[in-house]
């Protein structure tokens, strides 16, 4: 089990942007890749990767208004797996996802990564 918090990820419709006909992850969303894996980093040391189905558990801190919270989603499971926590993102097979939560810092996520079968320890 895996237990840490990084700052909100760009939206899913910020990750990417087009430059003529090639597509690439957009200047944002590459600071928000190396930013939470230094958050990471600082916060877990010593995890062993998850290479089998695994639940992810989301609390994210007050967001601005208009910010859906199914964008979240895929940022932070593609960072899961930029980050090697999980071997490849397609093992995610359960996701609880809640927002405003008042623990949780202003635009700030909590996540939590469990493989699937396994109690809270």
Not at 29 to 38: E, F, S, T, V
Not at 94 to 121: F, I, L, Q, Y
Request: with cysteine; proline share 5%; hydrophobic share 45%.
């Amino acid at each position: 089990m895996v237990i840490f918090s990084v700052d909100l990820p760009p939206s899913t419709n910020r990750m990417y942007r087009r430059a003529g006909q090639v597509i690439h992850k957009s200047d944002e969303y590459r600071a928000w890749l190396m930013a939470a894996g230094w958050q990471l980093a600082a916060q877990v040391k010593g995890f062993k990767r998850i290479g089998t189905p695994c639940a992810v558990e989301l609390f994210a801190g007050k967001m601005h208004a208009s910010r859906d919270l199914d964008s979240v989603i895929k940022p932070l499971g593609d960072f899961l797996e930029h980050a090697q926590v999980v071997t490849d993102d397609v093992l995610i097979r359960s996701w609880h996802v809640a927002a405003d939560c008042p623990s949780v810092p202003r635009n700030t996520v909590m996540v939590t990564v469990r493989e699937m079968g396994k109690a809270a320890a």
